[in-house]
T-cell receptor
Framework: DAGITQSPRHKVTETGTPVTLRCHQTENHRYMYWYRQDPGHGLRLIHYSYGVKDTDKGEVSDGYSVSRSKTEDFLLTLESATSSQTSVYFC????????????FGEGSRLTVL | AQSVTQLGSHVSVSEGALVLLRCNYSSSVPPYLFWYVQYPNQGLQLLLKYTSAATLVKGINGFEAEFKKSETSFHLTKPSAHMSDAAEYFCAVSSGNQFYFGTGTSLTVIP
């Protein structure tokens, strides 16, 4: 199994509070992604990274920011959580864009009350 | 932008019956296509991928998919469903550094 760890796995928070989700990999893969999964929407890309300090927005990036200061860590931050950000968040990695297999973490379930 | 459409959010088959999950893609260039499976409370794992080699792609657990350019389709099949195949299945297309997923098809296997 690919070495991907997401933390926390479960979090309940209140509207307006900041939240940071962490994705840690031990594979030294270049590309890292944050997706959110919601019923009826499948997986939607929030942000991705193609190297240390190199990130770009996905299709649902509003309200989210990311940082990647080391190859192995990709952080997703909700500056001020809203109920619409209640979701399951998945981190994924790959070493080769386009043709490479995406390896997924086990997900982080976030509930915003 | 690339996109994939999965027809049927829920599919039920009897154990031993043919599994057919549909996926159509939109792409202006030859695509790279993937099928992923997700079991409850887990992340996604790769079933198979098409990267412009053979049009019939074989994956794990007896699944296969056929790339049909004329129909812009990449349907997933398995000749005989097993109870352990019950899961959610996602079709995906990649372009540039991004992967785009369909909305998923939940497969139920009836004993």
């Amino acid at each position: 199994d690919a070495g991907i760890t997401q933390s926390p796995r479960h979090k309940v928070t209140e509207t307006g509070t900041p939240v940071t989700l962490r994705c840690h990999q031990t594979e030294n893969h270049r590309y890292m992604y944050w997706y959110r999964q919601d019923p009826g929407h499948g997986l939607r890309l929030i942000h991705y990274s193609y190297g240390v300090k190199d990130t770009d927005k996905g299709e649902v990036s509003d309200g989210y920011s990311v940082s990647r200061s080391k190859t192995e860590d990709f952080l997703l931050t909700l500056e001020s959580a809203t109920s619409s950000q209640t979701s399951v968040y998945f981190c994924a990695i790959t070493d080769t864009s386009n043709t490479g297999e995406l390896f997924f973490g086990e997900g982080s379930r976030l509930t915003v009350l | 932008a690339q996109s994939v459409t999965q027809l049927g959010s829920h599919v039920s088959v009897s154990e031993g019956a043919l599994v057919l999950l549909r996926c159509n893609y939109s792409s202006s260039v030859p695509p790279y296509l993937f099928w992923y499976v997700q079991y409850p409370n887990q992340g996604l794992q790769l079933l198979l991928k098409y990267t412009s080699a053979a049009t019939l792609v074989k994956g794990i657990n007896g699944f296969e998919a056929e790339f049909k350019k004329s129909e812009t389709s990449f349907h997933l099949t398995k000749p005989s469903a097993h109870m352990s195949d019950a899961a959610e299945y996602f079709c995906a297309v990649s372009s540039g550094n991004q992967f785009y997923f369909g909305t998923g098809t939940s497969l139920t296997v009836i004993p």
